[in-house]
């Protein structure tokens, strides 16, 4: 009787196991369901966000600068008055920039904006270029003189493109450049006499010159930052620096390089700053037409944007390439080079002309 007692108990606990595994080998083959499609979900996310990566690092085509400023008259019901043709040209290139696909990127936290870099640089060459261009419009283009009040709007405008182009939340980028191009279409409509307030655009030889100034700094640093990708040495042009009694010399010469981490990030800003100074200077051969005639400089400004023109090719290769000089591989930071030193060359011969009477 003990015996079958032990017996009965030993079928039962071995039931009770094997019951036991059966109910643990459903819940692990559950669960391995689970986390394959919790990965299947993962790896289409990754592929989808790979392509619309992909998508969002093209960089967009030019607008013709009449056919703009056509739109914005006929939605303003505007006239076609001095400095409509540039603040026109600088609403829509800024616009441009936070309505392309995939919006503005270089505040981006999440994927696929968070991986990507080249667009990111081409867009801070974008704003540098149209934060100089509204610069200059307050301090030159709307000024009878240096003593003129300057306008109010491009004042705003002024303040708010100069908003730091990473800031997320509270506010975001975005929303302080959609302020300063509300701003910069109230100067437009003032300008156009929609609303019968008065605003003034000079196109004169002195303050194309002066935006000129800036432009051309711009593209000398560019030059030499795209030409400085397979190292050069320079001479130190830096000026001693005073040390109490004594005086504390660097050494002549400098050896100046582009991190290789830098390269894309150097030609995608170039590329960025050439896209948007193609369209303004466009805009300028139109207000400044009487100027440029006077001068005999429009060939010269012509070249400056043909030049130009030839940065925006598209790159054939997947990755931007550093080859030396005179190697096996192409370097695409010193052909890029090569287009912005030329233009710069050309922009210092029309600034050279314009200063003639």
Known sequence: MP???????????????????????????????????????????????????????????????????ESELATSGSEPNRGVVMTATLVKVTETLLDKPGGFLTNDISLPGIWLDNMPSWEYGVVIQVRD??????????????QSREDEDLALAESRLNFNTDSWIMPATERQYREGIDFMRNYL???????????EFYTRADNLRYWLSTVETRLGSLSQRLSASVGQRRLNTDFPVQMGETEEVSPSEVV?????????????????????????????????????DDKNARVSLGQIVRELEATQRPVMSPMILNGSGFGLLANHSLVMASYISRANAALIDLRSLLDRG
């Open 3 to 69: 015996v079958s007692r032990t017996k009965q108990l030993w079928i039962t606990t071995r039931r009770k196991l094997r019951d036991t595994f059966a109910n643990t080998r459903e819940d692990v083959s559950r669960a391995g369901i689970w986390l394959k499609l919790a990965a299947a979900v993962v790896a289409l996310y990754l592929v989808l966000a790979l392509g619309l990566g992909v998508y969002w690092s093209m960089t967009p085509g030019f607008f013709d600068v009449r056919d703009n400023v």
């Open 133 to 146: 261009a509204v610069k200059a419009m307050r301090e030159a283009f709307s000024r009878s003189q240096s």
């Open 189 to 199: 409509e003032r300008l156009s006499g929609a609303n019968g307030s008065n605003a």
């Open 256 to 292: 100046v390089k582009t991190p290789w981490t830098a390269l894309d990030n150097v030609y995608y800003e170039a590329r960025g700053s050439a896209w948007a100074l193609i369209h303004l200077l466009k805009a300028a051969e139109i207000e400044f037409a009487d100027v440029l």
